[in-house]
T-cell receptor, first 114, second 113 residues
Framework: EPEVTQTPSHQVTQMGQEVILRCVPI?????FYWYRQILGQKVEFLVS????????KSEIFDDQFSVERPDGSNFTLKIRSTKLEDSAMYFC????????????FGPGTRLTVL | KNQVEQSPQSLIILEGKNCTLQ??????????LRWYKQDTGRGPVSLTI?????NTKSNGRYTATLDADTKQSSLHITASQLSDSASYIC????????????FGDGTTLTVKP
């Protein structure tokens, strides 16, 4: 069964460093999402991406964040200058075309900023 | 403001018992409501998805209901198992092209032998 994959599973970085989180969505999906979950808190929407551009973004997704689909398979989230409060689980999700189709989540990348 | 509220915050039941989790939402315009199961440290896994016109949806021992008029949903778990111990999250999507989702805080279910 196809699934969303994410790498790395755990990333440790120093404050101020740039990180790139990678996701491979399910191959025939057209909508892509990034979410984050700070430890002990609920999942929060960051950004949605369709047709090679951002569809919606939350207030969390400021200028320090960017997303890219550099080729036909990868979907990346870049944080330019990490802060301590960026430490969280980051989940990628993808969805086929159609508003009522469910989103499939990846296993997440745990980002720890020291 | 688009919000999703879940109750109870946590629940402990004995193996084999049934339980019902609640979700109230104010997300608009409404597209769909999904229930997810999230094990600690893992990504959410979809249990059910319901659109405006659906009142109930089952997936094995999980049955979700939706009342779009009162903006309430419930997830009923029948004959609970130890493996049901997890966080259950209600997610409501807006009827926009990207379908931005609002997540509830989740209900932490613990099933004890």
């Amino acid at each position: 069964e196809p699934e969303v994959t994410q790498t790395p599973s755990h990333q440790v970085t120093q404050m101020g460093q740039e990180v790139i989180l990678r996701c491979v969505p399910i191959s025939n999906h057209l909508y892509f999402y990034w979410y984050r979950q700070i430890l002990g808190q609920k999942v929060e929407f960051l950004v949605s991406f369709y047709n090679n551009e951002i569809s919606e973004k939350s207030e969390i997704f400021d200028d320090q964040f960017s997303v890219e689909r550099p080729d036909g398979s990868n979907f990346t989230l870049k944080i330019r200058s990490t802060k301590l409060e960026d430490s969280a689980m980051y989940f990628c999700a993808s969805r086929r075309d159609g508003t009522y189709n469910e989103q499939f989540f990846g296993p997440g990348t745990r980002l720890t900023v020291l | 403001k688009n919000q999703v509220e879940q109750s109870p915050q946590s629940l402990i039941i004995l193996e084999g018992k049934n339980c019902t989790l609640q979700c109230n939402y104010t997300v608009s315009p409404f597209s769909n409501l999904r229930w997810y199961k999230q094990d600690t440290g893992r990504g959410p896994v979809s249990l059910t998805i319901m659109t405006f016109s659906e009142n109930t949806k089952s997936n094995g021992r999980y049955t979700a209901t939706l009342d779009a008029d009162t903006k309430q949903s419930s997830l009923h778990i029948t004959a609970s198992q130890l493996s049901d111990s997890a966080s259950y999250i209600c997610v409501v999507s807006r009827n926009t092209n990207a379908g931005k989702s609002t997540f509830g805080d989740g209900t932490t279910l613990t099933v004890k032998p």
